[in-house]
């Protein structure tokens, strides 16, 4: 959502909540970064553990009403935000007996959204927006959206640290618009405070009679990098980096990546701008809510080949007390590989924070007891910000037979060898590598590890 006035400028506007559905399957050739399904029972709230919940008219110390006019009062009411029991998560704007509006606004605990050198980034969410239209829909302005990750304690660096609408529509307009904002405000790059935008119909069914899929992908397995907008898999908005003077592109993409938000606003620029006048109004009907699936990021395979010329080790068939590369793992939770400068080369695990976890099928421990773990790992935590590298075997859950703690080592691609003593292990048996933290931020990547027996 922009931070100041929008107008119509180079934007065209047009004039039954089906069963959710599961994330997706990842797709061969990539892997999930980071998912939400929103299962679990009516009127619970979003997980915790994946998102934050913002309250009142605007952030401490940030600019008043979120810096874009709108007028409700943001509550973690479960009349405002919960899931609905179904698999889907409701924002639903409420008008009291006051005429006081409240709704929800929350966004994601992880701020590094961002594709790897080489790679692309996909951020997905199957959404319905307020089933509202006509004049009982003035001032609605529901929004899938990311902000760059600098906006996280400052809220005055807008729009140079960049922001990618994924989907907006406002006053039941059958419309999405895609838009990015950057640079300097007002003029600049982004054309602000309109920023670069396109808008189409949703296909098929309107965009509030029915979920539709939104998607936004930023390339940099090419170049010049491209950022892509698309609805139901049709591409209707593009951007190349060609467009941009370096500092601009480096301001919006150099630093450590993006939080995703989702919220319904009333009322603000963009809605007054799209009606003319003010909203919401007195026809205006509260109760509508926007309806979320889910929401999912992954990130390709492709681009950059993998240095390590060691074919990958069949599941079943991997020697505890050899050098297992993380980058090998059968399964993950929360994580990308990307290439690495440790000196021991290869690629290495990285975007690893709580909750995170990687799978290895068929680890052999032999007849022998294994009784130290050891791993090469990297940390640019940010001060206070530390964690546990665990073993755990045949489940994420179960009790840690290893573990080492690790705060910053000096940067992200600062290596070290630590080891661990183990709980004695023989046979075979599925590995989890687990990563647990009294704090969201990310704390570790992982290059390689092994077993041994002292």
């Given amino acids: 959502m922009a931070a100041a006035v929008i107008t119509l400028s180079g934007l065209l506007v047009h004039g039954a909540v089906s069963a959710s559905a599961d994330v997706p399957a990842t797709p061969s050739g990539w892997s999930q970064v980071w998912a939400d399904d929103f299962n679990g029972p009516a009127n619970s709230p979003p997980s915790s553990a994946n998102w934050i919940v913002d309250t009142g008219h605007n952030y401490p110390g940030g600019p008043d009403n979120w810096g874009t006019g709108e007028i409700q009062n943001y509550t973690a009411n479960s009349t405002n935000l919960g899931l609905d029991g179904s698999g889907n998560l409701r924002i639903t704007p409420r008008r009291s007996s006051s005429g006081e509006w409240t709704s929800a606004r929350i966004e994601t605990r992880r701020s590094d959204f961002k594709p790897a050198d080489g790679r692309i980034l996909r951020i997905e969410g199957r959404i319905q927006m307020p089933n509202v239209t006509g004049a009982a829909a003035a001032g609605y302005w529901p929004a899938f959206w990311a902000l760059g990750s600098p906006y996280r304690g400052s809220y005055w ?11 907006e529509n406002v006053n039941g307009l059958n419309s999405v618009w895609a838009v990015l904002h950057c640079g300097v405000a007002p003029a600049g790059p982004c054309d602000e405070f309109n920023g670069l935008g396109a808008s189409r119909a949703c296909p098929g069914s309107t965009c509030q009679s029915a979920f539709h899929n939104y998607r936004f992908e930023w390339d940099r397995s090419v170049s010049p990098n491209q950022l892509r907008w698309y609805v139901d898999g049709q591409l209707f908005h593009s951007l190349s980096q060609s467009r941009f003077d370096a500092a601009t592109w480096n301001n919006m993409t150099g630093h450590a990546g993006y939080f995703l938000l989702l919220n319904v606003a009333m009322g603000g620029a963009f809605p007054n701008g799209v009606a003319g006048s003010a909203t919401p109004t007195a026809a205006t009907v509260p109760g509508n809510p926007m309806v979320v699936d889910y929401v999912a990021v992954w990130q390709s395979g492709t681009g950059n080949p993998d240095p390590d010329p060691d074919p990958d080790p069949e599941p079943g068939n991997v020697d505890a007390r050899s050098r297992i590369q993380a980058e ?13 400068t440790d000196t021991d080369g290869g690629r290495n695990v990285g975007a690893i924070a709580n909750g995170d976890w990687l799978r290895f099928d068929g680890v052999n421990f032999g007849s022998q007891a294994a009784t130290q773990f050891k791993a090469r790992v990297a940390s640019g935590a940010g001060a206070g910000v530390s964690g546990l590298v665990q073993v755990r075997l045949g489940s994420p859950t179960a009790s840690p037979v290893a573990e080492f703690a690790l ?3 000096g940067g992200w691609q600062s290596w070290r060898t630590v080891p661990a003593n183990m709980s004695p292990v023989t046979g075979t048996h599925t590995v989890y590598l ?6 969201p931020a990310d704390f570790v990547n992982v290059n390689w590890f092994t077993f041994s027996t002292n």
């Fill in 434 to 439: 687990t990563f647990s933290s009294g704090q």
């Fill in 157 to 167: 660096n807008w729009p140079g640290i960049g922001e990618f609408d994924i989907m």
């Fill in 328 to 340: 090998n793992h059968q399964a993950q939770q929360g994580t990308f590989t990307e290439n690495t």
């Fill in 407 to 409: 705060a910053n080592t």
